[in-house]
């Protein structure tokens, strides 16, 4: 009994997270899809059954079958999103590690694109019901969408804790509100229900391929959110997930899209905005508001995923390391960067501004979401081959199934490029710049230190035999590169010209796995009398704590006072140089970003007093 309980708890959370966002597509993708179908004219009935049929397919195909059947079961220990898929499928191909980061970079690049343009098209397209109420809030719409995302974006910092308590609850209205008007109007015209036949999207593809690709680039509207029944797979487990699909989300949208239909057919063909103008009279306040608050609830999951992203990408150092606020004292994922939140706040009040109308944004939406979606089935075709060892026939028999329609959304989107689509691939690519720069710039840093330092083993061994003067305590220097000597342990010896009586070589490194176990946290080899080299693993969701896992070297042996320790911490000074191997002005950029970085002290979460830091300078 308490189990289905859970599980009950578990899919009502799921619609307001998982679901969010492909929740509140019915406000918007049939009407521009519509649009684009009739060129903004009198919609023919030929026209309703063709998008319609396209996007009752687009949702089984993309979301039940490529996304529920497949998508969900290559999870990572439990956990979901595009750097986690990464992760697994370099783990399962090695040779190719280089690639598959690269897939991994261009997909969390995408998300990005993404994560800035749904908050603002969902709540702009929410207020915009106002308008059906009455024209007089037409100059009033943009004001109030801002004022609501101000609001949004000011409340991270306090953490959403207190609030996704009723982010289920609220959505499940919203779907039941969905479901109930669809249902209504569906007796408008019953025959709308044919559209569920394919021969009609086929039909409409064939005899108008030029107006069928601007259309296909509106209907993937209806399938945007698809990305994050895997993203949040960690939060919520994959039976909760799929329940919530298939006996609450799929039906309510299905039905909610044919009662669109049937009532543009009953009036001929001329609505502009079915989704509100089908809601009767008497509803239509209380139904602007829901819709209101299912728009928030989208973005928030939308921000929500955009931290953890951002997390992991930190973790496994595809960028600088970040300010991390914990939000709450019993949930570890619950976070607030408030970095991330302040330049996703600008962008997203600057397109709001800059567009003006959900409409207008309906053109920059659509290239990240069907690019992300691409790069997911390239990186499954990886884990469908390698992990679970399916022929290579069946591997790439999957992969051009889904490719094909994944390259057919992707394109029918980039014809929107001129329109405003170039805004969320800018967003990607300046992402994706970043990205890059920091990978390289760290593996050329990396490079460069190694050329100066001495190998630790030598010199533990040299130190063991002529000791210079031995202080009481201890000291733990902590390095990067396992095999080199710690510049601070170097530029310690050459200025104060003592050692401690117990020295520790410590590296932190994060595995490709969402978390570590504690028996596999620590791992300790002791090189001689005066030096022990440790080395602490995290997973790429985990927070990085160097005094807990210290804790576990007290249980393995290790006998220590934390006050008597002393933690020493290189602190560089890099100055660009173009002949270092990255052009000149992409050094700067790196540079910039390494003086971005959260203080080593804070991220590892050193008591500060302990912390002694030494300086060196580096042409990079």
């Known amino acids: 009994m308490e189990a289905r309980q859970n599980l009950r708890i578990l899919v009502i959370g799921a619609l307001g997270v998982v679901y969010g966002d492909i929740g509140t597509s019915p406000i918007y993708a049939f009407r521009e899809a519509l649009h684009a179908s009739s060129g903004g004219g009198l919609a023919t009935r030929e026209d309703v059954f063709g998008v319609l049929s396209l996007i009752v397919w687009a949702l089984t195909v993309v979301v039940t079958i490529k996304y529920v059947i497949f998508v969900l079961r290559a999870d990572n220990r439990g956990e979901g999103g595009i750097l986690s898929l990464m992760a697994l499928a370099r783990g399962s191909y090695p040779k190719r590690s280089g690639l598959i980061l690269a897939l991994g970079i261009c997909g969390a690049s995408l998300f990005f694109g993404d994560a800035l343009i749904t908050p603002a098209i969902s709540v702009l397209s929410a207020v915009e019901g106002l308008k059906v109420v009455t024209p007089a809030f037409d100059p009033y719409v943009v004001p109030i969408t801002l004022v609501i995302l101000l609001a949004l974006f000011s409340v991270q910092r306090f953490g959403t804790g207190k609030v996704a308590i009723v982010f289920g609850p609220i959505t499940a209205v919203w779907f039941l509100a969905l479901g109930v008007i669809g249902v209504l109007h569906i007796a408008d015209d019953p025959a709308v229900l044919l559209a569920i036949n394919p021969y009609y999207a086929v039909i409409y593809l064939l005899h108008q391929p030029d107006i069928a690709f601007l259309t296909v680039g509106a209907v993937f509207l209806a399938v945007t959110g698809a990305e994050a029944l895997y993203a949040d797979l960690g939060h919520f487990g994959r039976k909760p997930i799929v329940l919530a699909w298939l006996a609450i989300v799929f039906p309510s949208l299905l039905l909610n899209y044919f009662g669109q239909g049937a009532f543009v057919l009953a009036h001929g063909g001329l609505p502009q905005?079915?989704?509100?103008?089908?809601?009767?009279?008497?509803?239509?306040?209380?139904?602007?508001?829901?819709?209101?608050?299912?728009?928030?609830?989208?973005?928030?999951?939308?921000?929500?995923?955009?931290?953890?992203?951002?997390?992991?990408?930190?973790?496994?150092?595809?960028?600088?390391?970040?300010?991390?606020?914990?939000?709450s004292e019993t949930q570890q994922g619950q976070i607030y960067l408030p970095r991330i939140n302040l330049l996703m706040g600008l962008g997203v009040m600057v397109l709001v501004l800059g567009f003006g109308a959900s409409s207008e944004l309906a053109s920059a939406y659509g290239i990240s979401v069907s690019g992300n979606m691409l790069v997911t089935t390239l990186l499954l075709f990886v884990i469908m081959w390698l992990r679970w060892r399916w022929t290579i026939m069946a591997a790439t028999a999957v992969l051009l199934v889904f490719g094909a329609i994944d390259v057919g959304f992707f394109a029918a989107n980039i014809a929107k490029l001129a329109d405003g689509g170039w805004v969320s691939l800018a967003v990607a690519l300046i992402a994706g710049l970043l990205m890059v720069t920091w990978v390289r710039g760290t593996q050329l840093l990396l490079n460069k230190t190694r050329e100066n330092k001495v190998p630790f083993d030598a010199l533990a061994e040299q130190l063991a035999k002529k000791p210079p003067q031995i202080v009481p305590g201890t000291a733990v220097f902590l390095t990067g590169d396992q095999g080199s000597t710690p510049t601070a342990l170097l530029h310690s010896l050459k200025h104060y010209k003592v050692l401690h009586e117990h020295n520790v070589v410590l590296s932190v490194l994060t595995a490709e796995q969402p978390r570590v176990p504690e028996s596999e946290r620590v791992k300790m080899e002791p090189i001689n009398d005066l030096f022990m080299r440790v080395t602490m693993t995290f997973g790429y969701m985990e927070q990085p704590?160097?005094?807990?896992?210290?804790?576990?070297?007290?249980?393995?042996?290790?006998?220590f006072d934390i006050m008597s320790t002393s933690f020493f911490l290189s602190r560089r000074s890099l100055r660009p140089s173009a002949h270092v191997g990255m052009p000149l002005w992409q050094g700067r950029l790196f540079v910039a970003l390494a003086r971005t970085a959260a203080d080593a002290t804070e991220y590892f979460q050193i008591p500060t007093g302990r912390v002694v830091e030494i300086g060196t300078q580096i042409t990079i």
Do not use: D
Not at 286 to 311: C, E, H, K, N, Y
């Open 273 to 327: 905005n079915p989704f509100f103008q089908m809601v009767p009279s008497w509803a239509l306040v209380p139904m602007v508001l829901l819709a209101t608050a299912a728009t928030v609830i989208a973005s928030q999951a939308v921000i929500s995923g955009a931290f953890s992203l951002a997390r992991q990408a930190s973790q496994l150092n595809i960028l600088p390391r970040f300010e991390i606020l914990h939000t």
């Open 545 to 559: 704590n160097i005094p807990k896992a210290l804790i576990i070297c007290r249980k393995k042996g290790w006998k």
